[in-house]
Structure formats: C-alpha cells, structure tokens
C-alpha cells in the first residue's frame, strides 16, 4: 500500500513539473486533459497562448498617443477595461490598447482598484 502511495505522489509531481515547465500546449488544455475532457481547445488567455500570438508593433509616437488617450480617460473616474476599450477603440485595436494597459500596470502608473476597475496611481 506505501508503495503505491509513493508511486501515485511521484506521479502527481511529475504531473505538476510537466504543467510548469509545458510551454507549447495550452495550460487549460493541459489541466482539462489532466481531468480526462479530451475535448478543450485553447483559451487564447495563458502565458502559452499569448507568446504565440503576433507581437504589438507600436511605434513610440503612436504608444504615446494611446498612452495619452488611457490617462485622459482615467483623469475623469476610474473604469473596466471593457469600457475602455470599447472608448478607444476609433483610436486604435483591442490588442494595441491592452498592450499600452499592461505596461502602464507594470511600470506602477494605473493598477486596478477594489471595484476591478483601472485608475491612476497616486
């Protein structure tokens, strides 16, 4: 009985270092097949699936703009970034927007507040 025990441990751990160091397949794939749905399709969301996807070209001009346009937005009261998105969006595409949102959440000049909701930091 400890062996098998044993042997069952071994093997969720080695299920688990299989998960963490995966980096072509999806990770909800990964996690739905590990409960046995053989039906999952990627989810376009993970670290996985985001470094398969086309990078954001932006050039500084056109960052700046966007960047400009988010504060402008956020200076009035703090919003989803659905809402900004949807705000934006005759300025410049989905992917460019979040590009500039996370690398103004990265670099400590918007964050989320309590309500899920983007502001500017103090």
Known sequence: ILEERKQLAQHKI???IEYAS???KCRSVLLLNY???KTAQPCGKCDVC???KEPVNLSNSEFKVIE???YSNLKASSISPKELI????SNANKDEILFVVRWLIDNDKISFNDNNELSLCN
Not at 86 to 89: F, G
């Open 50 to 52: 985001l470094s398969k």
């Open 35 to 37: 409960f046995n749905d």
């Open 22 to 24: 995966e980096e072509s």
């Open 86 to 89: 949807n705000q934006l969006k």
């Open 14 to 16: 080695n299920n688990v």
């Open 68 to 70: 400009q346009l988010i």
